[in-house]
């Protein structure tokens, strides 16, 4: 292995590191995953093609099987462990409601697909907001393993096809890499421009990074091979290529585009770096004597398993300690660099050393499905333990309204529980032992849209409640209303409504049209759902419809068009989504008899179901709504009273004098900060209708 080499794998998982301890100096630290992409792509490539000439090379299935034996060999040893090891911490100290997730996510890092995983995350709006993975950084693996499940057989096969034509076989490569490449590039820039989320962790956007080094080590070989002298400036080349690398790290931001074409400065830089110590004197420059240190060589071994251990490192004591001072920094500095030694020498090491048995493929190649089993093992304890956690308070009671009987409780029974709870919260009494969702499955408490999930392009109506009524209910809105869902749904049920559901998550019922969240254009999507909703109502004329929005930016004013933030000021937002409130709640009151607002479900300052995996009580999740939604939703209130509509205010259904009990009997009321449970939902059925003035189940 060239020192130089190992001492760029050493700049780079350096700059992963500091930048995922929060030095925001190096705020493009995370760029050194490119910088892994290309030095992958390179040294793999070349040993595929030196492979290859070998007089005693095996045929192609052969040299697959060597091939994947080697990366078992490589990655699976070490990545296991710290998979096992990271699901076994994550459930001895973090909340329990996270690490059912992280075991989800140990899954799918073991099975080379946590980029699919960590891509569906990003897009999903229920996820915004929530602590990152401590497996998050196996998305680049998985990355790596998908490219060479597919490159190593495209490359193989490229060959042996040009020699069976009579054709210059690496120059056959060389050409198919070169198209590869550049279509690569080519959908990075676009994808990253249209969808940002879902780029970052691509298989396809990343390829060309991986290319770019696979390139590099075709046109030496075939220069090589065919006794052309390389010829070159090698000093020069590594001072440009070193300032490419850094500058970019030190320009970037985690706001930059990447992977697009912002990042092709620090692959270029490596690429001249990996060239410059290929060519003579190569060795003696400046640049490679640095990289040679004996400190970087150290690092350079280790970075396999350095990159493995700091992320779940950091990640796990940030979220046990609340953060990261400076002492905590120094520890997490010391707890990677003791388990990365580790790793290497006692896990890695053994199973790439030349001769042992795992040198064989009989015994490399079932590595696959052996590290599959062991995470088994190693989910089901932790998943156990887990269970033990959660069953320690099986025995506590749920809170009645019953035990405070002379604290002059509301005459509304929802009321009186809401009150009741805040009162238990109060005392500090034990946490129900069997909460209403568990804690363990409250992430995955989402309402059900069945068929009709608008966000994923249908315009189907889908009645629920009770579809053969002829009465019927519209409830609109976003995320919000679709938490409202249940209950609207129960009281269509209960009373005789049809029940129609026009809810898109992120996408307020409002003229003034949100942003894309995730390009920060302007959505189309959004602003076609918010049509659809007014061209819906205006066929169904409906009894009843009922309006639910959360206060998201940045917004296009109305009246201007011009971008509103939240930044602006809480005065200038207000006014700009308060208008297009009253534009879209008066279009929907030419076609509808009624027009309710249900506003003011409280955003809290916590989720309730992590403050509740930590608590020693309940008095521990007493929470007060944040400020600034609560004012923006009273706002929206004024706007439709202002119309001559109604509007119901939510919050005395979660709070009692703004103290908000995270149980409301054995109700979890969210599964956020700010979405009802659904069974919540369905609790305040009764509730919701008798404010409605619709009346109340007969048969109850």
Same mark, same amino acid.
Request: with cysteine; charged share 20%; aromatic share 8%.
């Given at each position: 292995?060239?020192?130089?080499?190992?001492?760029?794998?050493?700049?780079?998982?350096?700059?992963?590191?500091?930048?995922?301890?929060?030095?925001?100096?190096?705020?493009?630290?995370?760029?050194?995953?490119?910088?892994?992409?290309?030095?992958?792509?390179?040294?793999?490539?070349?040993?595929?093609?030196?492979?290859?000439?070998?007089?005693?090379?095996?045929?192609?299935?052969?040299?697959?099987?060597?091939?994947?034996?080697?990366?078992?060999?490589?990655? $699976?040893?070490?990545?296991?462990?710290?998979?096992?090891?990271?699901?076994?911490?994550?459930?001895?100290?973090?909340?329990?409601?996270?690490?059912?997730?992280?075991?989800?996510?140990?899954?799918?890092?073991?099975?080379?697909?946590?980029?699919?995983?960590?891509?569906?995350?990003?897009?999903?709006?229920?996820?915004?907001?929530?602590?990152?993975?401590?497996?998050?950084?196996?998305?680049?693996?998985?990355?790596?393993?998908?490219?060479?499940?597919?490159?190593?057989?495209?490359?193989?096969?490229?060959?042996?096809?040009?020699?069976?034509?009579?054709?210059?076989?690496?120059?056959?490569?060389?050409?198919?890499?070169?198209?590869?490449?550049?279509?690569?590039?080519?959908?990075?820039?676009?994808?990253?421009?249209?969808?940002?989320?879902?780029?970052?962790?691509?298989?396809?956007?990343?390829?060309?990074?991986?290319?770019?080094?696979?390139?590099?080590?075709?046109?030496?070989?075939?220069?090589?091979?065919?006794?052309?002298?390389?010829?070159?400036?090698?000093?020069?080349?590594?001072?440009?290529?070193?300032?490419?690398?850094? !500058?970019?790290?030190?320009?970037?931001?985690?706001?930059?585009?990447?992977?697009?074409?912002?990042?092709?400065?620090?692959?270029?830089?490596?690429?001249?770096?990996?060239?410059?110590?290929?060519?003579?004197?190569?060795?003696?420059?400046?640049?490679?004597?640095?990289?040679?240190?004996?400190?970087?060589?150290?690092?350079?071994?280790?970075?396999?398993?350095?990159? $493995?251990?700091?992320?779940?490192?950091?990640?796990?004591?940030?979220?046990? $300690?609340?953060?990261? !001072?400076?002492?905590?920094?120094?520890?997490?500095?010391?707890?990677?660099?003791?388990?990365?030694?580790?790793?290497?020498?006692?896990?890695?090491?053994?199973?790439?050393?030349?001769?042992?048995?795992?040198?064989?493929?009989?015994?490399?190649?079932?590595?696959?499905?052996?590290?599959?089993?062991?995470?088994?093992?190693?989910?089901?304890?932790?998943?156990?333990?887990? =269970?033990?956690?959660?069953?320690?308070?099986?025995?506590?009671?749920?809170?009645?309204?019953?035990?405070?009987?002379?604290?002059?409780?509301?005459?509304?029974?929802?009321?009186?529980?809401?009150?009741?709870?805040?009162?238990?919260?109060?005392?500090?009494?034990?946490?129900?032992?069997?909460?209403?969702?568990?804690?363990?499955?409250?992430?995955?408490?989402?309402?059900?849209?069945?068929?009709?999930?608008?966000?994923?392009?249908?315009?189907?109506?889908?009645?629920?409640?009770?579809?053969?009524?002829?009465?019927?209910?519209?409830?609109?809105?976003?995320?919000?209303?679709?938490?409202?869902?249940?209950?609207?749904?129960?009281?269509?049920?209960?009373?005789?409504?049809?029940?129609?559901?026009?809810?898109?998550?992120?996408?307020?019922?409002?003229?003034?049209?949100?942003?894309?969240?995730?390009?920060?254009?302007?959505?189309?999507?959004?602003?076609?759902?918010?049509?659809?909703?007014?061209?819906?109502?205006?066929?169904?004329?409906?009894?009843?419809?009922?309006?639910?929005?959360?206060?998201?930016?940045?917004?296009? =004013?109305?009246?201007?068009?011009?971008?509103?933030?939240?930044?602006?000021?809480?005065?200038?937002?207000?006014?700009?989504?308060?208008?297009?409130?009253?534009?879209?709640?008066?279009?929907?009151?030419?076609?509808?008899?009624?027009?309710?607002?249900?506003?003011?479900?409280?955003?809290?300052?916590?989720?309730?179901?992590?403050?509740? !995996?930590?608590?020693?009580?309940?008095?521990?999740?007493?929470?007060?709504?944040?400020?600034?939604?609560?004012?923006?939703?009273?706002?929206?209130?004024?706007?439709?009273?202002?119309?001559?509509?109604?509007?119901?205010?939510?919050?005395?259904?979660?709070?009692?004098?703004?103290?908000?009990?995270?149980?409301?009997?054995?109700?979890?009321?969210?599964?956020?900060?700010?979405?009802?449970?659904?069974?919540?939902?369905?609790?305040?059925? =009764?509730?919701?209708?008798?404010?409605?003035?619709?009346?109340?189940?007969?048969?109850?």
């Amino acid at each position: 292995m060239r020192s130089d080499v190992q001492g760029l794998r050493a700049v780079a998982v350096l700059l992963v590191v500091v930048a995922h301890l929060g030095v925001d100096v190096v705020s493009g630290g995370y760029l050194g995953v490119d910088v892994f992409f290309v030095i992958s792509g390179f040294l793999i490539t070349g040993l595929l093609l030196r492979a290859r000439e070998r007089p005693e090379a095996p045929g192609l299935g052969g040299a697959l099987v060597d091939f994947y034996a080697r990366r078992a060999r490589r990655i $699976l040893p070490a990545a296991t462990v710290v998979l096992v090891a990271t699901c076994g911490i994550s459930a001895l100290l973090l909340p329990v409601v996270r690490v059912g997730e992280i075991l989800t996510d140990a899954w799918w890092s073991a099975l080379f697909a946590a980029n699919i995983r960590f891509a569906l995350v990003e897009t999903d709006y229920f996820a915004e907001g929530r602590p990152v993975s401590p497996l998050q950084h196996y998305w680049s693996l998985s990355v790596e393993e998908q490219f060479y499940l597919v490159w190593p057989v495209l490359l193989l096969v490229v060959a042996a096809l040009a020699v069976r034509r009579r054709r210059d076989p690496v120059g056959s490569v060389q050409h198919v890499l070169t198209v590869l490449v550049v279509a690569s590039l080519a959908w990075s820039a676009w994808a990253t421009y249209a969808s940002p989320d879902t780029a970052y962790f691509s298989t396809l956007t990343r390829g060309w990074q991986l290319g770019a080094g696979a390139l590099l080590a075709v046109v030496l070989h075939r220069r090589t091979s065919s006794g052309t002298p390389l010829g070159g400036r090698p000093g020069v080349l590594a001072a440009v290529g070193m300032l490419l690398v850094v !500058s970019s790290a030190f320009v970037l931001t985690p706001q930059s585009p990447v992977p697009g074409v912002v990042t092709v400065p620090v692959v270029l830089g490596t690429v001249l770096l990996l060239l410059a110590g290929a060519l003579p004197g190569g060795a003696d420059t400046w640049v490679a004597r640095g990289l040679s240190l004996r400190p970087m060589q150290v690092v350079g071994d280790w970075s396999y398993s350095i990159y $493995l251990w700091h992320f779940p490192v950091i990640i796990v004591a940030r979220s046990h $300690l609340g953060g990261l !001072s400076p002492a905590a920094v120094a520890v997490c500095v010391v707890a990677i660099g003791v388990l990365s030694g580790l790793t290497y020498h006692l896990v890695e090491q053994p199973f790439r050393r030349r001769g042992s048995r795992w040198d064989l493929a009989r015994w490399a190649v079932p590595m696959y499905p052996a590290a599959v089993v062991v995470l088994a093992l190693g989910v089901l304890a932790s998943q156990t333990w887990l =269970d033990h956690r959660v069953a320690s308070t099986r025995s506590n009671p749920a809170v009645q309204p019953a035990d405070y009987l002379d604290e002059g409780l509301s005459a509304d029974p929802v009321r009186a529980l809401v009150q009741a709870s805040v009162l238990a919260a109060q005392e500090g009494r034990p946490i129900p032992g069997r909460l209403v969702p568990g804690l363990l499955d409250i992430r995955r408490d989402t309402a059900s849209l069945g068929d009709c999930d608008y966000r994923t392009g249908t315009r189907e109506l889908c009645p629920e409640g009770d579809p053969d009524a002829e009465r019927s209910i519209v409830l609109a809105g976003d995320s919000h209303a679709r938490a409202w869902s249940p209950a609207v749904r129960a009281v269509g049920e209960r009373l005789g409504y049809r029940v129609y559901t026009l809810a898109y998550t992120g996408c307020p019922t409002n003229a003034a049209i949100r942003l894309d969240p995730e390009t920060g254009r302007h959505w189309d999507a959004c602003e076609d759902f918010v049509a659809f909703t007014q061209e819906t109502v205006a066929e169904l004329e409906p009894e009843l419809v009922l309006v639910s929005n959360a206060p998201l930016a940045p917004v296009e =004013d109305v009246d201007s068009g011009e971008v509103v933030t939240k930044g602006e000021g809480r005065e200038v937002y207000a006014a700009a989504v308060d208008r297009g409130l009253e534009v879209a709640l008066a279009g929907l009151a030419e076609h509808a008899d009624r027009v309710v607002l249900l506003a003011n479900t409280p955003k809290l300052p916590r989720e309730q179901a992590v403050c509740l !995996s930590r608590a020693d009580d309940l008095g521990d999740c007493l929470l007060s709504p944040e400020r600034g939604p609560r004012q923006l939703q009273r706002g929206f209130m004024d706007v439709a009273t202002g119309l001559g509509l109604e509007a119901v205010d939510a919050e005395k259904w979660f709070c009692e004098r703004r103290r908000c009990p995270s149980v409301v009997g054995s109700f979890v009321t969210m599964r956020d900060s700010e979405h009802m449970t659904t069974a919540y939902s369905v609790h305040l059925a =009764d509730a919701l209708s008798q404010d409605l003035g619709l009346g109340t189940d007969p048969s109850s």
